[in-house]
């Protein structure tokens, strides 16, 4: 692993409406923050990850299912993943927090998938409700949802991991 502060970092992202990308850029801001090199780009624009030393990935998720690209982000590059250190994060629930159903947050076979290849692990941070809801389904949902829980999600929750992502990168690069 090379030294910390010249250590290049990915996080690919695959968002539907835009909040997942945003977690993603929070995430990204932290680490800059903490003296590392970071790249923020959407799965689909990433055609290669040979140039990074870690790689963080996340998904909006829709009742238990991870978006396509970033299942098929994992798929292609499973063989580098496997190689480095990588770390996972999904981004879904919104509403009202009695009424999540935790069932439907984690991808099963995306956190399988990740633990076989050696992943740092795995958190779900809540997510958001579109600002701009398009069609019924989206609408109803806005309407029936408090506005204190149309958006959940936690910035010093995000951060904080974000942190301790950057300090375990830190520690490995200064452990011969």
């Not at 692993?1 to 409406?17: E, G, I």
């Not at 990850?49 to 994992?74: Q, T």
């Not at 919104?94 to 159903?101: H, L, M, N």
Request: with cysteine; hydrophobic share 40%; proline share 6%.
């Amino acid at each position: 692993m090379p030294a910390w502060d010249t250590m290049k970092v990915l996080v690919a992202y695959a968002s539907k409406r835009g909040s997942t990308a945003e977690i993603a850029e929070a995430i990204s801001g932290a680490l800059r923050r903490e003296g590392i090199s970071v790249d923020c780009e959407a799965t689909e624009a990433i055609k290669s990850i040979d140039p990074y030393d870690a790689v963080i990935l996340g998904s909006a998720v829709y009742v238990k299912r991870w978006r396509s690209d970033a299942k098929h982000f994992l798929r292609k590059h499973r063989r580098v993943l496997a190689q480095r250190p990588f770390w996972v994060f999904s981004s879904g629930p919104a509403g009202d927090p009695a009424e999540d159903k935790p069932e439907w947050a984690e991808p099963t076979s995306v956190v399988e998938t990740v633990e076989r290849l050696g992943g740092h692990g795995h958190v779900v941070f809540g997510g958001r409700l579109p600002v701009e809801p398009r069609g019924p389904i989206e609408k109803a949902m806005v309407q029936n949802t408090s506005v204190e829980y149309r958006d959940r999600r936690d910035w010093d929750e995000i951060r904080a991991w974000a942190v301790s992502i950057a300090t375990e990168l830190k520690t490995a690069a200064a452990t011969p």
